[in-house]
């Protein structure tokens, strides 16, 4: 009896043996064609996606809706052909994207474009979304009688305004410094076209000056976005503390003012060219370096390599453009009754510059070079007033902006908030002010 019970439980156990070895091997078969489905299925998607579009195209957000990224070359037209939209339908989008939401062309490496199929990638288009900037959203849909409809959506954001202070530490350039206080690089570079109104970055700043910054930050579902403008910005220069705010007239437009309510920005910058190194600075007898004999250096002198952009200290209109032996390729514009500026040892000068051209502040006159008598790239930077050259660096320079007296008013009690804003912001250095 013994002997027969074990038969029977080998038996037994190869059978249990042969089942489950049956039951791996169908698993492992599964597996494999699930692998094999899922392979081709992604070389038909590439293969479907490559035909003449070179529009950087992200995998679908869902099922319905795929995001397409607009990159150089990237037009409209050539989106939506690609996506299947005819002619007809093109035309009629472009329209009403023009005349309903003022969008009248696509910008590389800004805008996105949204394409949503009710039933999955090979179904009809049932709905375009246009996506210029993060805050807003333009959405196209097409009635039963083909007419394409727009609406244009304003996306709500959440603004707070954040501080940041920090100071120059032996070495350090502005720049460094405002990164190591955590003050976002573009943020840094409209406190650089603020503060060049008033200073010098190469001259003015040394070790144990102090600076801040309150601007905005932008965020939407709890989630940054980007940054908004610079709301307060405080520098302890040389010539003693620049501090400016800004604030919006009762005609809404926006400019920075001084504590006491005058016009922060001047009519002229004291540096056309941001971080630019000075290489020689205003003198009534400096020894020339081209023609060995001392003479008066009647400007400043930046230094820029070939082809850097030239933009204009101020608004004004040209009044010479030309060669000559000293200066080379220059320019000279006119600002006032009183002030004009003159750049010199230009490389080349800007399309549509022209004697009699009007030029806006900041507006790109030319790019450096090294024409005339000069010994290398650089920037040669004039001031003149009333007829006579002066130094750039400590010429008092008009504001253009002041307030009457009855946006002074406003502006004094908008100045106590702010104030507030940062003695609450200095006692909590992470912390922020909803707006």
């Known amino acids: 009896m013994d002997a027969m019970e074990k038969a029977k439980n080998i038996i037994t156990s190869g059978k249990v043996v042969r089942a489950v070895l049956w039951i791996a091997g169908a698993l492992v078969v599964v597996a494999i064609a699930v692998v094999l489905w899922s392979v081709l299925r992604g070389r038909s998607a590439g293969d479907a996606g490559t035909a003449d579009f070179v529009t950087e195209t992200i995998a679908p957000v869902d099922n319905k809706t795929t ?21 007809k339908d093109i035309n009629s989008i472009a329209g009403v994207l023009k005349s309903k939401a003022g969008i009248t062309g696509l910008r590389a490496d800004k805008d996105k474009i949204e394409i949503v199929r009710d039933g999955g990638p090979d179904t009809p288009i049932t709905k ?19 007419v394409w409809n727009c609406n244009a959506i304003d996306i709500e954001r959440d603004t707070r305004l954040v501080y940041r202070q920090g100071e120059i530490l032996d070495g350090d350039s502005f720049y460094l410094a405002g990164m190591r206080a955590n003050i976002p690089a573009g943020i840094l570079a409209d406190v650089y076209d603020l503060l060049a109104f008033e200073m010098d970055f190469e001259r003015d700043v040394r070790a144990g000056q102090k600076f801040s910054v309150l601007y905005e930050e932008n965020y939407h579902d709890n989630v940054h976005v980007d940054n908004g403008a610079v709301s307060v910005v405080s520098f302890d220069a ?7 705010y800004r604030f919006k007239k009762s005609d809404k437009t926006v400019g920075y003012y001084d504590p006491n309510g005058n016009g922060a920005i001047k009519s002229l910058k004291r540096t056309p060219i941001n971080n630019a190194k000075v290489t020689s600075s205003f003198s ?32 004004g209109r040209v009044v010479a453009r030309g060669y000559n032996r000293g200066h080379g390729n220059f320019v000279r514009i006119r600002h006032n009754g009183s002030f004009e500026t003159l750049y010199a040892h230009m490389s080349k000068f800007a399309k549509n510059v022209k004697v009699g051209t009007t030029v806006k502040q900041g507006q790109i006159i030319g790019y450096s070079g090294s024409t005339g008598l000069s010994t290398g790239p650089h920037l040669h930077y004039e001031i003149i007033k009333d007829g006579k050259h002066v130094n750039p660096m400590t010429v008092k320079l008009p504001a253009i902006n002041n307030l009457d007296a009855e946006n002074k008013k406003k502006f004094l009690e908008y100045r106590a908030t702010l104030d507030k804003a940062i003695e609450d912001l200095e006692n909590n250095p992470k912390g922020f002010i909803q707006l």
């Open 238 to 244: 040389l010539r003693g503390n620049v501090k400016m």
């Open 67 to 87: 995001v397409i990224d607009v990159v150089a070359g990237d037009t409209l037209s050539k989106i939506l052909s690609a996506n299947g939209v005819g002619g």
């Open 128 to 146: 375009i979304v246009v996506l210029p900037g993060p805050w807003r959203r333009v959405e196209l849909t097409c009635d039963d009688a083909g």
């Open 284 to 315: 009534t007898r400096r020894k020339h370096p081209v023609l060995g004999f001392t003479r008066a250096h009647k400007g400043v002198d930046f230094r820029a390599p070939t082809g850097t952009p030239i933009p204009s200290a101020g608004a």
